[in-house]
């Protein structure tokens, strides 16, 4: 009997995650798991979506959002099949100004409250260089930004009642910059800005909330594929195996996650060799004016 490469590679990720960690801690962070009240946004595809399973298999109660509603459906059974004791889906446009404290107010109501609020969504953004749409500059930081505050203010009080987790999905973009993003990397840098300053407020007020950011470099996922194929050369990582470190940041109460290992690297020579990182950023990328 074969076994199919997914499972393969999630058993791989799990392992390493394992060796990554004493047992004893690897068995309290599994058991913190078990029922945990979640809610994830961006969980229709992507890293999202392999976060919603990952919490499935660990038994948490699960809400997901994004904005497709049959898609969600699909992932909040697949939830349910993978050992879910709840997975419920609420269709919230980020781009709102009432969609994200729905979300947040729906979760709070299904679940009794939240242990984890996972903020992971983005909104679609072209891969090319700056033609001057100042309109869709102002939208996305809407969807990727203004969201992002909305429902983590939303959650807090809950949040601080069960004593959880706010965790932030980043980028290795919201620290340094590149050609072709400058929408979305100017939303992951006020991400990092924000929320890096509500972790030193969270802490000199001695909060029961942990705050985790989480920097990320290139993720398998289709719509980063579809934007950097022949593009560059750059190694794309596993949503999945980036998933499960998000989970495990958060349940550990990390203050920062980097993944791969060497974004950490990256983010820390940057500024020791500008010169350096300048023409590695700009020669990562074919382009013919
Ligand atoms: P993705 O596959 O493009 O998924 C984005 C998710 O956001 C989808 O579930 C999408 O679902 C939802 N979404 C889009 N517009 C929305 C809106 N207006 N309102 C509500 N939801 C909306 O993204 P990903 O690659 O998994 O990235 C996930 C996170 O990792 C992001 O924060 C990203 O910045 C970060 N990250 C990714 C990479 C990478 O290479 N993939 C690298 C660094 C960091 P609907 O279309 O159904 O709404």
């Known amino acids: 009997m074969g076994i199919d490469p997914l499972t393969l590679l999630l058993w791989a990720t799990v392992l390493t995650t394992m060796l ?4 004893c801690q690897w068995q309290n962070t599994v058991e913190s798991l078990k029922g945990a009240r979640v809610l994830v946004t961006g969980a229709s595809t992507g890293i999202g979506e392999q976060m919603a399973y990952h919490y499935a298999r660990f038994g948490a109660q699960i809400v997901i959002t994004a904005r497709r509603e049959k898609v969600l459906e699909q992932v909040a059974e697949k939830c349910m099949s993978l050992g879910a004791q709840k997975a419920l889906y609420i269709s919230a446009d980020m781009g709102t100004d009432s969609d994200p404290a729905k979300a947040v107010d729906f979760a709070l109501e299904k ?5 984890y609020l996972v903020l992971n969504h983005i909104g679609p953004s072209p891969f090319t260089m700056w033609k001057g749409d100042v309109e ?3 939208w996305l930081m809407k969807v990727n930004f203004f969201s992002y505050v909305q429902m983590a203010w939303k959650a807090m009080d809950s949040l601080e009642q069960s004593k959880g987790s706010l965790v932030v999905v980043s980028s290795l973009l919201g620290k340094m910059t590149s050609p072709f993003v400058a929408p979305y990397t100017s939303t992951k840098f006020a991400l990092n800005g924000f929320f890096g300053a509500l972790y030193h ?3 000199m007020k001695k909060s029961n909330v942990s705050l985790s950011i989480c920097t990320l470099g290139l993720i398998d996922t289709d719509s980063a594929m579809e934007k950097v194929r022949g593009v560059t050369d750059l190694p794309a990582y596993p949503a999945t195996d980036a998933a499960l470190k998000i989970i495990i940041t958060g349940a550990t109460r990390q203050q920062e996650l980097f993944y791969p290992w060497f974004t950490q690297i990256a983010n820390l020579i940057k500024d020791w060799f500008p010169f ?3 023409y590695a950023i700009q020669n990562s990328y074919k382009y013919n004016p």
């Open 276 to 278: 350096v990182t300048n």
């Open 201 to 203: 407020e969270l802490a």
């Open 111 to 115: 679940l009794g409250g939240l242990d």
């Open 20 to 23: 990554q960690m004493p047992v």
């Open 136 to 138: 869709h500059v102002k």
